[in-house]
């Protein structure tokens, strides 16, 4: 494929189109601070220069070298040159980059959800937007390999890079799983501009980053030199000036181009002075010339940009583009080592006002200031190939799914057995919903129990890689076969990765217009480790089920390592995850073909009791499980029960009107609380027993129904204070966790009455996970006990037993 270089014409557009770019990116950010009200007198802030460093890649990416199928994740402070792209295509309005950073304005950094321009990626959290590209690229080729998407051309997806974000380390955790799946179609673009928030950036990053991409199969393109420099270096004397150039400290060259075109003449001279050619080259050229010539690196420079994506959209190798830029380009605080969080004065603007030839009250106007006419310059937006499509968020039609999932039907069993055996009952079947189900796990596909399922469906990779120790003939439990038609992508040690992955897969149907239905499982405790990760995917509304199990201290009770106590309150507090913890397989079914369902919805909402809970617009679930088997309940599975599990709690003995103490609890202490209740039946009337499937469903419901009441809908009720209504002021309350207490310890408040919390508090014990449960007060006596506390004046025959 040969590189398509554009005219004369449209490069003049395209110069003109950047001047206008960078104005309106930085009159958004002074009219923040500056110009509009601000009443609390908080700082607005911006980032006029990183922005500016940012300018002409992004004019020719978007204005030229970009197709509708490409995906881009913007550098978080680049964020107003990219609104100000988007309001010359018309997607973005000037009452938003008027209120820019403000409530509803304009973001501060793109986001998907809060944005209305065509934001593919959101990327506030600092390296994160740089490796959902890459993961977004391997969803591209997996829904290839399955013959989906067919109608849509491969896409590049882009990610623009500071050169300070490239020290985050979860980049180069993504850009090793990159190489093991073979990655393609993917461009990483440093803005190379030498400067971080703090510093100037060390000598030679950009060879060491050079080598980190070359050794894992990229290309590497280094764009230093604009065309001004590059001619310069072909006259008499240039190669020398190259030579300076190329060992000039970056602390140097940033304060040179701050000091501007004397400053450049002065050093140049007293270094490469009295040496004939070299001189003659400096002394051609006037102050404002020479700070031109020297401030023309590649990343400024639109020919060379532009040959260089066309030349990268020839193949389907990832590149890594390494652009020279300088951090404030084109303003008068280019080049100063404090510009980054650094503004304009007013002096200042009106000094770039006047260079741009913007009248007062004109600062808004979409060509004002420009030197071709109107017309042309809309008729070339009109032709700018990215835009030909619109805003390009597509919609993919619902997966069915069964109206009930088949329940184990094992006598004894824990919820992550549970899990595996619901999953691998999907897998026998040939149905739409096994069909866009695909799974991923950091490298504990076999503990978290997916191995049946990959047996059943297989792992997914762009060429078959057979299972040699099959191919061998040696016995083994599992097929580890690798070809397009499988459905578990395999991950190395990385939670983040594993989040991010899903992250891109819970966007499919946006992205590419193809549902997926995304499982990842992983160790609970070591969700923490990927916490960043997982509120950057929920930010970007991708739908996903999470499956953390072993949770609490079910997985090893000699060390805290091991253990999870706090991820309960993460699942409440996270926006846009449900999180539930049943305690039986029955329930686990429930809520599992629930989520199905769940992860699908996109509906707006309305002022229903369902969307308190976010059921109209649906999300991703979070399912904590345990590996301790419980001995299961024999019921039936009616609506009723159903609607209760997935609402957050229901009653499995439901107290009488003259309960004295009602148990709730959640998850794996299930055995404990239901002994409890035996306990406290035999001298205690009426006592009630609550299954709380989902404490963070009934915190929920029971926000939202209190905002509805101050909101004047008197009715609102939410689920847990429907089940809680009527019991007796004198009813005592203990709630139960394998997890920090505070998860259900609110239920008090809730019900009114008097509360006693008992949950896993600390880390480092010893024993078995009885001993465990003992010590912290969750064996059934100490349940009891904590009744009796919590009731006093009424003894309990069997607090003896513990004494």
């Not at 501060?108 to 959902?132: E, I, N, W």
């Not at 799946?181 to 980053?209: C, K, P």
């Not at 078959?464 to 099959?470: G, I, N, P, Q």
Request: hydrophobic share 40%; with cysteine.
């Amino acid at each position: 494929m040969t590189a398509i270089q554009p005219s004369s014409a449209d490069l003049a557009c395209l110069a003109e189109l950047e001047r206008k770019v960078l104005w309106l990116a930085s009159w958004t950010i002074h009219n923040a601070n500056h110009v509009r009200p601000n009443l609390d007198g908080l700082k607005i802030g911006g980032h006029q220069a990183s922005s500016a460093s940012m300018s002409t890649i992004l004019t020719a990416l978007y204005f030229s070298a970009l197709r509708p199928e490409d995906r881009v994740a913007v550098k978080p402070h680049a964020s107003p040159i990219f609104h100000a792209i988007q309001y010359l295509l018309g997607n973005q309005t000037r009452e938003k980059l008027e209120n820019f950073r403000g409530y509803k304005g304009a973001q501060s950094y793109p986001s998907r959800t809060k944005d209305v321009d065509d934001v593919d990626f959101s990327t506030g959290s600092v390296g994160l937007g740089v490796a959902q590209t890459l993961f977004a690229s391997l969803v591209q080729d997996y829904l290839k390999a399955k013959g989906w998407a067919a109608d849509l051309p491969e896409g590049r997806m882009v990610s623009l890079v500071g050169d300070a974000e490239m020290d985050e380390g979860n980049i180069f955790e993504a850009l090793q799983e990159g190489w093991k799946h073979g990655v393609r179609n993917t461009w990483w673009i440093v803005d190379y501009n030498r400067q971080s928030l703090d510093a100037v950036i060390r000598e030679g990053l950009w060879e060491r980053l050079e080598n980190i991409f070359r050794a894992f199969g990229w290309d590497v393109v280094i764009l230093k030199y604009g065309t001004l420099m590059q001619e310069a270096f072909k006259e008499p004397g240039g190669e020398r000036l190259r030579q300076w150039i190329d060992n000039c400290p970056n602390q140097l060259y940033s304060a040179l181009t701050y000091q501007g075109g004397a400053a450049w003449r002065r050093r140049l001279m007293d270094e490469l002075g009295d040496q004939g050619d070299v001189t003659r080259l400096i002394e051609r050229r006037s102050d404002e010339e020479l700070a031109r010539l020297m401030g023309n690196l590649g990343g400024h420079d639109l020919p060379s940009l532009l040959e260089a994506f066309a030349q990268a959209r020839t193949h389907d190798r990832p590149v890594c583009f390494i652009a020279y830029t300088v951090k404030g380009f084109g303003l008068p605080l280019a080049g100063h080592k404090d510009n980054h969080s650094g503004l304009l004065t007013r002096e200042q603007m009106d000094g770039f006002r006047t260079a741009n030839k913007v009248r007062p009250g004109h600062e808004w106007d979409r060509f004002e200031g420009l030197s071709l006419p109107d017309a042309a310059l809309e008729e070339f937006l009109r032709r700018v190939p990215f835009a030909q499509k619109g805003r390009r968020r597509f919609e993919a039609p619902a997966v069915s799914v069964p109206g009930a999932l088949a329940v184990p039907t094992q006598k004894s069993l824990s919820t992550q057995a549970a899990f595996g055996l619901i999953l691998n009952e999907i897998g026998r079947e040939r149905s739409p919903l096994a069909e866009r189900i695909v799974t991923t796990a950091p490298d504990v596909t076999v503990s978290t129990n997916l191995g049946a399922w990959v047996n059943r469906r297989g792992l997914f990779a762009r060429s078959e890689m057979a299972d040699l120790f099959k191919k061998e003939r040696i016995p083994s439990t599992y097929s580890w076969e690798f070809s397009p038609k499988g459905q578990h992508l395999e991950l190395g040690i990385a939670e983040s990765n594993l989040f991010i992955l899903l992250s891109a897969l819970g966007l499919s149907h946006s992205l590419f217009g193809e549902r997926l239905l995304p499982i990842g499982t992983v160790y609970d405790p070591f969700i923490m480790r990927g916490a960043d990760q997982l509120n950057y995917a929920c930010y970007q509304d991708a739908r996903f089920l999470l499956v953390a199990t072993p949770s609490g201290i079910t997985l090893a009770p000699e060390g805290g390592a091991h253990q999870s106590i706090a991820t309960p309150l993460v699942g409440m507090a996270q926006d846009g995850l449900a999180y539930f913890e049943p305690a039986f397989a029955d329930e686990l079914a429930v809520v599992m073909r629930w989520a199905f369902d769940y992860m699908q919805r996109d509906g707006e909402g309305s002022p229903s009791e369902r969307n308190w809970l976010r059921d109209e617009t649906g999300g991703s679930v979070y399912l904590r499980l345990s590996s301790r088997a419980l001995e299961q309940p024999t019921r039936t599975m009616d609506d009723d029960l159903a609607h209760d599990i997935v609402d957050g709690a229901y009653w499995m003995r439901r107290p009488g009107p003259n309960a004295q103490v009602v148990i709730a609890y959640t998850g794996s202490v299930a055995p404990e609380a239901i002994a409890a209740v035996g306990m406290l039946g035999e001298d205690r009337r009426d006592v009630g027993l609550l299954a709380v499937t989902s404490a963070d469903r009934l915190s929920a419901g029971w926000s939202a129904a209190q905002r509805a009441r101050e909101r004047g809908l008197s009715h609102a009720r939410g689920h847990i204070e429907r089940l809680l209504d009527g019991l007796p002021p004198h009813c005592a309350l203990v709630t139960v966790v394998d997890g920090h207490p505070a998860t259900l310890s609110w239920l008090g408040s809730v019900a009114g009455h008097r509360t006693r919390a008992l949950g896993v508090e600390h880390f480092g014990q010893t024993g078995t996970i009885a001993d465990l449960y003992r010590h912290y007060g969750i064996d059934a006596h100490g349940i009891v006990a904590a009744a009796e506390a919590a009731s006093p004046g009424r003894p309990v025959r069997h607090l003896r037993a513990i004494g």
